[in-house]
């Protein structure tokens, strides 16, 4: 039954090739840059990225606006994020990440609600830039504790030629320096979410760090602080990361951007360390503070106990000895939590084979988690990933590991039916079309409603759903009906 | 250390651990600098007042948590109730992500739908490749037996020609000539995805019945007996429409239903992936032509295609979502005529026990006031059941509604004593609606999944019968139509009722003298 290294690579490039046969010859070409089998001791995955999808293929990848509204700029609890065109995108994005946050909905706190400039024909026709005026009149009167205003582009924006920076500009300055921030991330820019990103962090560097607007809120710093970058609580996330940091006697200033405020990301110039968890979306704005600012950054996955570990143990050893000692106390008091999670759980996930299909971090990241239960990842790839992520991805990947970069529905579904996985951990779009096949699955963008899954106490939640999914009495209902089973 | 391995603490709950709790408030008052807690108690309580409720409609730009989408997730549902279709979106591909996850996340399905991925060099030459190139990988891909194709708002700006990129494609070799692909324009800055619905049914009847984009010779209609029906965009259409057929079948009546999405939204669990299941059949389009009449179940879901309709000759019975009692006599009554055929006993037999059922209960629900939104015909068909049970619907709203629904649902209002109360608000939003509940409250709320934000603000308890259903499961299964919907809307009310009753009531030593077990 097990396959050896090669027996498995001469496997994964069998199917491939069987998968590329369905397309148009020059498509095929173009797809087969993006799969393959990775190969031990080479630099990254062997596969091309960051780059434009095919038409009509069925790819699971969002837009610019994706990453820069829903992804960068929408926990930012303080302010109102304006989708700004058609009332869709907007719609279908809102309130879905699951930024947990703790504030007045409404009040002072704005995550959860959907505001549009809800573009009409005429707006489209003669420009929308005064009706974007008078948004941001309307935001004010009515919602007078908000912290600042950022403009969220849709793919009309870009294509009328509005001058929301013009707009922008004169209302900050009307109203007192607020922070009014113009982003620019039209849906059709770029390749995926990725670039919306890119945007949106330039756009925090542009007109936060660097704007006009009124930066009054400050503290004495010390040498303990950090700000968590690339972390949006989902579920509560970056809470269960902040808890570890401050147990190892980190002070946490700021977290980008789940569950973060204005003042937060003013202040952040102010830290002694970024410690960066996901880094598709946030490296931009780190290696910005780095050199503008002399802000060190570090990687680090709290994905599991071994990556924690390794991670605490990585981060303490930017400080001092205290902090040193604080993590390895840190850690031997997590141990006999973590020794009884993974005895309850190990003996019915040991062995069972994973495939991943995420974006950002987790590609890579939840990879230690599972093999801390015992389980294989057997096939992983990235929505909207770079180079520098496959790279990163070599370190924690096994020998002849399947590879699809920016998979299409296609490609998902056949490499799912050949290697039949005991789990597949990927989107809403996916998860019922495999659950159709009799496959466990767990959605990991918003850790299918539950979470957290980062620390130690998202270890012990992550571990029990993996379970949960595999070890469900479900599965073995949906393919066995009697009357099938009889001949 | 908050966790327990033993019985894992979840989200709801870790976060009250006392570790947690210190955690959030050392962030909140060393980093957040927030407004001063009595600053946010006294805008918190000027929100609720008449005078923010003024300023609040004073609103002509912002929109605030409306209860509409746009034209394309129409089109992609229209798509989805074909046979074999693959729904092909043209222009961005983020916005096809977003598609297919909304339903997803309502019907807990999937939802196959492509897109064009058009990006920079597209908004500068067009999208014109991405036709050609998309429509030759769905092809080999997906193997429909038909693509619908409609448009974002991307495309729509720069003004691509679909007519002429689906022919160029075909010439290209994409597609066999003979292909066919039905296309509508869907630009998501007019209208609402009622719209998108009303342009791509159009899309797809002009196709099969024009001559195929003057590719083919019209249909010339021969006219029979059959009968067709048009649901319009459904958010329960996995019940309704099994409700919807066993109905025409109980009269024995030859039916075509165009669109029915019905099947590929309700596929089992047995280890295979339909990416196709059910759907009204290319043949069943071209028949449908030559029916008697057709049945247009929500008005403004379909004002262009009855029109269309119309024109070809055919008797257009347009109907608002009648629900309910008389709602649903006029839906059988209207069959009964067009079919010549007597009211079946079954369905006499059910009207009477729908009746049955409110009358065992009106006394619950007499006299509540309703404030309810969704789309147009919906609501309609909605404030008219509640206005048969005594109940009293106070506010009425659709974000996507206009002034001829406006008329329609004041004429609605106007005709019952239990409608007098009711205002109607056309073109408005969920934050307008958090205003009207504060300053005129009422009982209780139907609404969508995003009510919940209005049900904790106000504390006004919601019923959820209106697309998307997120936080609830398999609400879609279940028919609102018919008598038997009826029944399951009537249920939905007083399930409401009691659990808020309970909810009241259930402070032992206080509060529980009216913690009934017997109502």
């Known amino acids: 039954m097990s396959m050896t290294v090669e027996e498995r690579k001469a496997a994964n490039k069998a199917l491939i090739d069987e998968v590329l046969k369905a397309y148009p010859d020059k498509m095929a070409k173009r797809r087969a840059k993006h799969l393959g089998a990775f190969e031990e001791g080479r630099p990254d995955c062997g596969v091309k990225s960051n780059i434009k999808s095919l038409p009509?293929?069925?790819?699971?990848?969002?837009?610019?606006?994706?990453?820069?509204?829903?992804?960068?700029?929408?926990?930012?609890?303080?302010?109102?994020?304006?989708?700004?065109?058609?009332?869709?995108?907007?719609?279908?994005?809102?309130?879905?990440?699951?930024?947990?946050?703790?504030?007045?909905?409404?009040?002072?706190?704005?995550?959860?609600?959907?505001?549009?400039?809800?573009?009409?024909?005429?707006?489209?026709?003669?420009?929308?830039?005064?009706?974007?005026?008078?948004?941001?009149?309307?935001?004010?009167?009515?919602?007078?504790?908000?912290?600042?205003?950022?403009?969220?582009?849709?793919?009309?924006?870009?294509?009328?030629?509005?001058?929301?920076?013009?707009?922008?500009?004169?209302?900050?300055?009307?109203?007192?320096?607020?922070?009014?921030?113009?982003?620019?991330?039209?849906?059709?820019?770029?390749?995926?979410?990725?670039?919306?990103?890119?945007?949106?962090?330039?756009?925090?560097?542009?007109?936060?760090?660097?704007?006009?607007?009124?930066?009054?809120?400050?503290?004495?710093?010390?040498?303990?602080?950090?700000?968590?970058?690339?972390?949006?609580?989902?579920?509560?996330?970056?809470?269960?990361?902040?808890?570890?940091?401050?147990?190892?006697?980190?002070?946490?200033?700021?977290?980008?951007?789940?569950?973060?405020?204005?003042?937060?990301?003013?202040?952040?110039?102010?830290?002694?360390l970024n410690v960066l968890h996901c880094y598709r979306s946030m490296n931009y704005i780190s290696r910005h503070m780095e050199e503008k600012y002399g802000i060190p950054w570090c990687e680090y996955n709290f994905f599991g106990p071994t990556q924690i570990e390794k991670s605490l143990r990585e981060i303490a050893s930017h400080f001092d000895d205290t902090i040193k000692a604080n993590a390895e106390a840190v850690i031997a008091r997590y141990r006999p939590m973590v020794d009884a999670v993974i005895a309850r759980y190990k003996p019915r996930l040991e062995g069972k084979k994973v495939m991943l299909y995420v974006g950002g971090l987790r590609p890579r990241h939840v990879i230690g988690a599972y093999e801390d239960l015992g389980m294989e990842v057997v096939g992983t790839g990235y929505e909207f990933g770079h180079n520098d992520d496959y790279q990163r991805t070599t370190h924690y990947i096994k020998d002849s590991t399947l590879i699809y970069d920016d998979v299409t529905g296609y490609e998902f579904e056949k490499f799912v039916e050949k290697i039949q996985p005991d789990l597949i951990g990927s989107g809403i779009k996916e998860k019922y079309v495999f659950q159709k096949m009799g496959v466990p699955f767990r959605q990991m963008h918003s850790w299918d409603y539950s979470g957290p899954y980062h620390g130690y106490d998202g270890f012990a939640i992550f571990a029990r759903d993996m379970d949960m999914a595999i070890s469900s009495p479900i599965w073995g209902l949906a393919k066995s009906a009697p009357w099938k089973n009889a001949a | 250390m908050p966790q327990n391995p033993d019985k894992v603490i979840d989200h709801e709950m870790l976060f009250r651990e006392p570790e947690y709790q210190k955690l959030f408030a050392d962030k909140k008052a060393g980093f957040e600098f927030n407004h001063a807690d009595v600053r946010i108690d006294e805008i918190r309580n000027w929100t609720k007042t008449p005078e923010y409720k003024d300023l609040n409609f004073a609103r002509e730009a912002l929109t605030i948590n409306p209860a509409k989408a746009c034209q394309p997730l129409g089109a992609v549902y229209v798509a989805n109730g074909f046979a074999r279709t693959m729904s092909f979106v043209h222009g961005s591909q983020g916005c096809v992500a977003y598609y297919r996850s909304h339903f997803s996340r309502h019907f807990k399905e999937p939802t196959s739908c492509v897109s064009s991925s058009m990006t920079e060099d597209a908004a500068v030459f067009g999208g014109m490749n991405n036709m050609v190139d998309g429509l030759a990988n769905t092809y080999n891909l997906y193997k429909p037996d038909?693509?619908?194709?409609?448009?974002?708002?991307?495309?729509?700006?720069?003004?691509?020609?679909?007519?002429?990129?689906?022919?160029?494609?075909?010439?290209?070799?994409?597609?066999?000539?003979?292909?066919?692909?039905p296309f509508a324009h869907t630009p998501a800055f007019v209208g609402s995805h009622v719209t998108g619905y009303d342009n791509a049914l159009l899309g797809v009847l002009r196709h099969f019945w024009d001559g195929k984009a003057g590719t083919a010779p019209a249909l010339e209609r021969k006219p029979d007996d059959s009968i067709n029906f048009i649901g319009g965009f459904d958010g329960f259409v996995v019940g309704n429409m099994k409700e919807i057929r066993r109905i025409f079948d109980l009269f024995g009546a030859d039916v075509?239903?165009?669109?029915?999405?019905?099947?590929?939204?309700?596929?089992?669990?047995?280890?295979?992936?339909?990416?196709?299941?059910?759907?009204?059949?290319?043949?069943?389009?071209?028949?449908?032509?030559?029916?008697?009449?057709?049945?247009?179940?929500?008005?403004?879901?379909?004002?262009?295609?009855?029109?269309?309709?119309?024109?070809?000759?055919?008797?257009?019975?347009?109907?608002?979502?009648?629900?309910?009692?008389?709602?649903?006599?006029?839906?059988?009554?209207?069959?009964?005529?067009?079919?010549?055929?007597?009211?079946?006993?079954?369905?006499?037999?059910?009207?009477?026990?729908?009746?049955?059922?409110?009358?065992?209960?009106?006394?619950?629900?007499?006299?509540?006031?309703?404030?309810?939104?969704?789309?147009?015909?919906?609501?309609?068909?909605?404030?008219?059941?509640?206005?048969?049970?005594?109940?009293?619907?106070t506010h009425v709203l659709a974000t996507n509604g206009n002034e001829d629904w406006a008329e329609k649902m004041r004429e609605v209002l106007s005709a019952s004593p239990f409608g007098a109360s009711g205002k109607v608000y056309p073109k408005r939003d969920l934050w307008h609606l958090r205003s009207l509940l504060f300053t005129e409250p009422v009982d209780f709320l139907i609404g969508n999944t995003y009510a919940k934000y209005l049900e904790r603000d106000t504390g006004t308890p919601l019923i959820r019968l209106v697309f998307p259903i997120f936080d609830r499961h398999h609400y879609h299964r279940f028919p609102t139509w018919g008598y038997e919907g009826g029944l399951r809307l009537l249920t939905m009310f007083l399930d409401e009722f009691f659990e808020t009753l309970d909810a009241n009531t259930v402070v032992a030593g206080k509060t529980d003298y009216s913690y009934d077990v017997i109502r």
């Open chain 2, 146 to 181: 038909m693509i619908a194709v409609s448009t974002t708002c991307m495309a729509e700006v720069i003004g691509d020609d679909l007519d002429a990129f689906i022919k160029n494609s075909k010439q290209k070799g994409s597609l066999p000539a003979d292909f066919d692909v």
């Open chain 2, 256 to 393: 075509t239903i165009l669109c029915d999405p019905s099947a590929v939204w309700n596929t089992p669990t047995d280890g295979e992936f339909r990416m196709y299941d059910g759907g009204t059949t290319k043949a069943e389009v071209e028949r449908a032509l030559n029916a008697r009449a057709t049945i247009v179940f929500q008005q403004f879901c379909c004002e262009k295609t009855a029109q269309f309709i119309a024109g070809k000759g055919q008797e257009v019975v347009v109907l608002n979502a009648p629900v309910g009692v008389t709602g649903t006599d006029e839906l059988i009554m209207a069959i009964s005529r067009l079919t010549g055929k007597p009211v079946p006993e079954q369905l006499q037999r059910e009207r009477g026990q729908l009746v049955d059922a409110m009358a065992d209960s009106q006394a619950h629900l007499h006299g509540k006031k309703y404030a309810l939104y969704g789309d147009p015909d919906q609501v309609i068909g909605y404030t008219r059941f509640l206005l048969e049970l005594g109940a009293e619907p």
């Open chain 1, 56 to 272: 009509g293929v069925m790819t699971i990848r969002g837009c610019a606006y994706a990453g820069s509204k829903g992804v960068v700029w929408g926990p930012i609890k303080d302010m109102i994020h304006v989708s700004h065109g058609p009332v869709g995108c907007g719609q279908y994005s809102w309130a879905a990440r699951r930024n947990y946050y703790i504030g007045v909905t409404g009040i002072d706190t704005f995550v959860t609600m959907q505001f549009t400039s809800d573009f009409q024909e005429k707006d489209i026709v003669f420009g929308g830039d005064k009706k974007l005026d008078k948004v941001i009149d309307e935001i004010q009167a009515l919602f007078p504790l908000n912290k600042g205003i950022s403009i969220q582009s849709e793919c009309p924006i870009g294509l009328i030629g509005d001058d929301i920076e013009a707009v922008s500009k004169k209302k900050s300055a009307q109203y007192d320096n607020h922070t009014i921030v113009p982003v620019r991330c039209e849906g059709f820019r770029g390749v995926s979410q990725s670039l919306g990103h890119h945007i949106a962090n330039d756009a925090i560097r542009d007109w936060v760090f660097e704007g006009k607007t009124k930066k009054e809120h400050t503290f004495e710093p010390t040498p303990y602080d950090v700000a968590i970058i690339g972390d949006y609580n989902i579920g509560g996330d970056a809470w269960s990361s902040r808890i570890l940091l401050e147990e190892i006697g980190l002070r946490v200033i700021a977290q980008w951007s789940g569950d973060g405020t204005i003042a937060e990301l003013e202040n952040t110039p102010k830290a002694r």
